[in-house]
């Protein structure tokens, strides 16, 4: 076997910015410890996040060049609808600026107080989107998924026997539909099987329920069942796609993950009626149905994007690099969720600094180092991002404390990660002189996005 190696050549670079570790050290006490209020001219590799980040083709960018823009009917969005539809199979293609413009409109739509979404992990956005209707969102994550040294092939899975005994106690008219996020961002990017899409429908279909696919990486989760289950071996990417959307009656999508742009997303329905309702709160919060939200060209660019992800030399090179990455730091005793995720390596920050507690926030801890120690940044997913206070205001922390690495699409090569990993394996032999963190400031909402901080 050969070096699997980038399956594109470039063309057009973007220089990088260096900085030194005194500089570093102010730029990060100025944002107040919080990486996202650092300029990103001040990050030498951004690994905070994959959406929106990907680097474009030049087939995308001739396409945005050859966008319609009309306002209304325009060619771009038919592009759109039948590559969107080549997927999905959907009836109605409802295109949005980006993901949570498609949640809002599909939570407000059907949400309110009372109601109880379930997905195998709500999304950050997602969950903020249903709290925000009035509605409460729960998570049935399979067991292994919450174990996150322990290896299994599919550890996004729903818990099946959960989910049916939760819709048995709720009552289904409390629930207006189930969620599947492929793959499972808030729980290490971990794939979600077939047999596990196949085994929630069978549960809904016997209670009258839809089933929603939060579809953001379709594309690496059809790698992985490729990859991983049985039955599926010689099964082309865009079969495997075609089959888990054919259990599903909707879906939301953040085109900026697996459609290779920089902006988009959408809505896909089946159900008519339910299509002009959330079609008419379109009109009103993003813009007429032909474009919702975004110029023709980003369509376009959508479009071929879409074609571009499911080749599977891209799946190969993208899955194996972020694999890569986690093999390198896992040998040097780095703890991280095993085994590595589609999107990202999660640093497991319990375990790389144990004399941190959670309310002293040790992923927050380590995100701050790596920056320091060598301009990468990454995001927290722990008990910043999804912590809550009780009645008496004591901390209930998240049940992970996860560093992010996020690798952008098509944007670094080889070596930048290879420093990533000599950078998170130096953080590791520092890691008895790291302290905790505690919370300065902080937003009601998505805190995470501009909380400030002060080292403990
Ligand atoms: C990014 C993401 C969203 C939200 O999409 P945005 O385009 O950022 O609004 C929803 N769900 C998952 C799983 C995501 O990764």
Redesign the pocket.
Known sequence: MKTIIEPFKIKSVEPIRFTTKEERKNILETAGYNPFLINAEDVLIDLL????TSAMSSGQWAGIMRGDESYAGARSFYAFESAVRNITGDKFIIPT???????KIIFSTLGGPGKYFVSNT?????RANIEFSGSEGVDLLVEEGKHPEQRAPFKGNMDVAALDSFIRKTGKENIPFVMI??????GGGQPVSMQNIREVKEVCKKYGLPLFL?A??FAENAYFIKQREKGFENKSIIEICREMFSYADGS??????DALVN???WLSLNDEELAMKCRNLLIVTEGFPTYGGLAGRDLEAIALGLEEIVDEHYLQYRIRSVEYLGEKILAAGVPIIEPPGG?AIYIDAKRFLPHISADQYPGQSIVCELYVEGGVRAVEIGSVMFGKYDKNGKLIPSVMELVRLAIPRRVYTQSHIDYVAEVVIEAYKNRNYMKGYEITYEAPMLRHFTAKFKPI
């Open positions: 996040t994959d959406s929106g600026h980006q993901g949570r413009a498609a949640e709500f999304f950050d956005t997602t996020t492929i793959t499972n961002n808030s939060d953001c990486r939301t999508m953040s085109a900026k993950k902006i988009g997303g999107h």
